[in-house]
């Protein structure tokens, strides 16, 4: 496990940062007590923030939302041609 003991991160938000690999990085920022932690990848790119009050039933969520968005987008971009 990584060295984030003295964080009071949610147990999600452990089992995120435990599952990186080596193409990801990221880093924690505190807000009102509140810890966030910004995911970038190797560009420094941000790719997903994770709250402490996020979990896995809202990032699920959040992907349903993603992929209606994307479908929206394709169907547009398929009309524009």
């Known amino acids: 496990m990584k060295e984030i003991r003295n ?3 949610s147990a999600f938000q452990k ?3 435990n599952k990186l690999d080596d ?8 807000y009102a ?8 990848n190797k560009k420094m790119e941000l790719i997903i923030t994770i709250n402490k009050r996020d979990d896995s039933v809202s990032e699920n ?3 349903e939302d993603y992929k209606k968005r994307i479908k929206l987008l ?5 009309e524009e041609k």
């Open 7 to 9: 964080l009071q991160l």
């Open 15 to 17: 089992q995120v940062i």
């Open 23 to 30: 193409e990801y990085c990221y880093e924690i920022y505190t």
């Open 33 to 40: 007590y509140d810890e966030t932690i910004k995911i970038f």
């Open 61 to 63: 969520n959040r992907l």
């Open 74 to 78: 394709e169907l547009i971009l398929k």
